[in-house]
């Protein structure tokens, strides 16, 4: 959808699977965790599947300050293992810091990041994320955009509030020190960066890299990075 986007001066990036191939890390990485665990697994094509499933529904509960963050992985880890009728590990802690460490030897950067983010030259840029604040930040620095994106924005850092709480739109935007219809913000996910940002004045635009379907009505949709600057500029 080609539309023109006026006044913006700041751009807020979500970070897993916008600059990050989240999607890619986990999925190897739980592929590699359940071999190790249950070798020769007859679902093993399945897991990846299975896995992104799961992590929604669990992050949710830890969001609403249902159960800890070390309890939603332990949940989360134990729900799998149910679902592939496989023994869950006995320290579930050990087993998900295994998994963690495989993640984060598959973290890159998508390869339309940094020239997208040098086009952006001159606008202040930040990057708006539901994930933990020292792992978000870790990503960021893993993947070399450390000082390239600006600010890592967590609920953690946001009074408690995550996307889609309007509370996090504003409170991100005036990290930036930007009013919200100053700022647009950029992400994969429909419910949480592109229509929940409305209501706060913020725009958005659809990042959907795997060009699934379009986008809601009313809002831009791109399939790379390398569209953005020119909706902007």
Not at 68 to 86: G, K, N, T
Not at 126 to 153: C, S, Y
């Amino acid at each position: 959808m080609t539309v023109a986007l006026p006044g913006i001066k700041g751009v807020l990036f979500d970070l897993d699977d916008t600059l990050l191939d989240h999607r890619g890390a986990a999925d190897a990485a739980i592929v590699a965790w359940v071999s190790a665990h249950s070798p020769g697994h007859p679902r093993l094509d399945e897991v990846a599947v299975l896995w992104a499933g799961l992590e929604g529904p669990y992050l949710a509960m830890w969001h609403a300050g249902t159960c800890s963050l070390q309890e939603q992985r332990r949940l989360r880890l134990r729900a799998l293992c149910q679902e592939l009728a496989v023994p869950a590990p006995v320290d579930l802690d050990a087993a998900y810091a295994d998994f963690s460490e495989r993640y984060r030897q598959n973290w890159t950067a998508h390869r339309d990041v940094t020239q997208a983010l040098a086009e952006l030259d001159g606008l202040t840029l930040g990057v708006l994320t539901n994930g933990t604040q020292r792992l978000q930040e870790a990503k960021v620095h893993a993947i070399g955009l450390a000082g390239l994106v600006g600010p890592v924005l967590t609920g953690e850092v946001l009074g408690g509030h995550f996307k889609p709480s309007p509370a996090a739109y504003t409170g991100a935007a005036a990290a930036l020190g930007l009013a919200p219809e100053e700022v647009l913000l950029v992400g994969d996910d429909v419910d949480k960066d592109v229509t929940g940002p409305a209501p706060t004045g913020m725009r958005s635009v659809w990042l959907d890299r795997l060009g699934a379907e379009p986008a809601p009505a009313g809002f831009p949709r791109i399939t790379t990075l390398a569209e953005l600057a020119p909706l902007i500029r």
